[in-house]
């Protein structure tokens, strides 16, 4: 009995030291931790700057008990300032920049994005704090127009220049667009990959000195075109000149014009030549309080003359139209190879003065957490802010603190949604449509039409009955882009082919407008006729 008592006692010790351990481990790796279960005032400062009006609140998050950081009031500038204990070297290991954000009212122009700022030696003050206070890193979702990504930004010094360039991530992921928490993660690593996560599951791999992965690229090229290189006089750029040795034909008549009076034609049987289209109103009278001399003299209105609707035609009969056989339009000469010919001139390379290599980006450490923004929506909540140097521990915080708001979110929306019938039923399909969309606007190979996919789904989304149309429109995209890749872009085709067949597409113009002149003559149009109230 004795002994189970001991081993029983031995098994809650090492129970309290894995606990102890792992408590360690969070507050070994974290960095900051920003809950805001307690007032911001005195651990957060909010900026003096006359431009940053928006209006801070410590609030609590819909229908939760866990506070956050609160955008409360629409079309305003906002900027708040977190110092950290002792600025934060980012070249040491694995460094995980996380935070939660909800867009409590949508998002339709605002931005949600973190400044880490460098130390205020760089040139601010928290009460200063504005767009131009100098940052290393910018992270976080923006969505405004064409504009719909989560930022990843590195502003970094190039040792050459001494200047501060940003590097933007390409083809960033999109920002989700319902009213749930959600939770970004950059995850940066000490073989300069860089990974963006939203919600936990990974949306973006990339590699920091990478030229395809950011823009513009942290290593510059080694050589640039020459400033001062200037294009000879004689370089001729014309790939085709007009044939001097051409020569006009002596048949051909520039004078003659593209149309004339079809001799053949007759005028219809019945045409009634004396009757005007139009006839006054004979039920019109004139208004009792119509002055002569203030509103001129009244004229009865038009209406369609009567006799006309059962004839051919009214009025004057005038033959139609048709095409000239002996136009041949302006006289040019036929293009021909140009002998001069050297090419689209271009200036020569020279090594470019700013190149320099590195193996790792050289990061400026970070003093602070900022956040500066200009939205056009209130509700937003930030919390739960992370600065941490170890993956795992994003992980637990994700687990702990975000997924349990999000899982009651989600249910609450599905039981909204279901509540609200057949009629809502559509916009339970619409936001399962939006979001598969979203994804797709951000495949990498997609990139050229992201922008328009982006502006098609923003449309459906205010006006949700567009959702089909919507979808036939990407599908038309993704068709002309399978088409391109199975059958490749075509030749153009020769300019004598080009030249041949532009008639064929004048004549079939021609001929449509000559049957429509033949209809027009045929059975004049009427016009509507003008009535008075």
Same mark, same amino acid.
């Given at each position: 009995?004795? =002994? ?10 090492? +129970?309290?030291?894995?606990? /102890? ?27 003096? %700057? ?141 073989? %300069? ?14 590699? &920091? ?53 079809? !001799? $053949? ?28 001399? $203030? ?52 200036? =020569? ?7 320099? !290599? &590195?193996? =790792? ?24 802010? /992370? ?48 979001? +598969? ?17 982006? $502006? ?9 009955? +567009? ?17 391109? +890749? ?48």
């Amino acid at each position: 009995m004795m =002994r189970d008592r001991q081993l029983f006692s031995g098994l809650l010790l090492i +129970l309290a030291l894995v606990s /102890l351990q792992s408590l360690c481990y969070c507050d070994d790796h974290s960095v900051l931790y920003e809950s805001f279960d307690e007032p911001f005032d005195g651990r957060w400062i909010v900026s003096k %700057n006359g431009d940053y009006e928006g209006v801070w609140k410590h609030a609590k998050s819909e229908g939760h008990d866990d506070y956050g950081l609160l955008v409360s009031e629409k079309a305003r500038k906002y900027g708040i300032v977190k110092e950290l204990d002792e600025p934060l070297n980012l070249k040491d290991g694995t460094i995980v920049l996380q935070y939660e954000v909800r867009f409590q009212e949508g998002l339709e122009c605002g931005g949600a994005y973190l400044k880490y700022l460098r130390p205020q030696e760089a040139g601010w003050t928290p009460e200063g704090f504005d767009s131009e206070s100098p940052y290393s890193i910018m992270f976080g979702p923006d969505k405004c127009g064409a504009t719909n990504k989560v930022h990843f930004i590195l502003k970094h010094k190039n040792p050459k220049s001494g200047e501060y360039v940003e590097h933007h991530l390409k083809f960033p992921p999109s920002v989700p667009y319902d009213k749930l928490s959600h939770v970004y993660t950059a995850i940066l690593k000490p073989d %300069n990959e860089v990974r963006i996560l939203v919600d936990g599951e990974e949306k973006k791999k990339a590699n &920091l000195l990478s030229g395809e992965d950011f823009e513009p690229a942290l290593i510059p090229p080694k050589t640039i075109p020459d400033p001062e290189d200037k294009k000879p006089e004689d370089w001729d750029e014309r790939a085709k000149i007009p044939d001097p040795s051409a020569v006009k034909p002596e048949d051909w008549d520039e004078e003659a014009p593209m149309e004339i009076e079809d !001799e $053949e034609a007759e005028k219809p049987e019945g045409w009634l030549d004396d009757e005007p289209e139009e006839v006054d109103d004979p039920e019109a009278t004139k208004p009792e309080d119509w002055d002569d001399e $203030e509103d001129g003299m009244w004229e009865a209105p038009k209406i369609d003359n009567p006799k006309c609707e059962a004839a051919p035609g009214c009025g004057e009969w005038k033959r139609p139209m048709k095409k000239n056989p002996a136009y041949k339009g302006k006289w040019s000469a036929p293009m021909i190879d140009n002998p001069a010919y050297k090419g689209i001139w271009k200036p =020569r390379d020279i090594p470019n003065p700013d190149y320099f !290599e &590195l193996d =790792r980006p050289d990061f400026e450490p970070i003093a602070a957490i900022g956040i500066e923004i200009w939205t056009m929506q209130d509700g937003i909540l930030f919390d739960n802010m /992370l600065i941490a140097k170890d993956e795992k521990v994003a992980e637990s915080y994700r687990q702990t603190t975000w997924k349990p708001k999000f899982d009651v979110e989600k249910e609450k929306q599905k039981a909204e949604e279901e509540a609200a019938g057949s009629a809502d039923g559509l916009k339970s399909y619409q936001k399962v449509v939006f979001d +598969l969309l979203n994804k797709v606007a951000d495949l990498s190979f997609l990139s050229a039409y992201k922008s328009k996919i982006t $502006e098609l789904i923003e449309k459906a989304e205010e006006q949700p009955n +567009l959702t089909i149309g919507v979808l036939v429109s990407i599908v038309v995209v993704f068709f002309s882009l399978f088409i391109k +890749l199975i059958f490749g872009g075509k030749k153009a085709a020769p300019a004598v082919a080009a030249e041949k067949k532009k008639p064929e597409v004048g004549e079939s113009s021609k001929s449509g407008d000559e049957s429509e002149k033949k209809e027009e003559t045929a059975a004049p149009r009427k016009r509507q006729p003008r009535r008075d109230n």
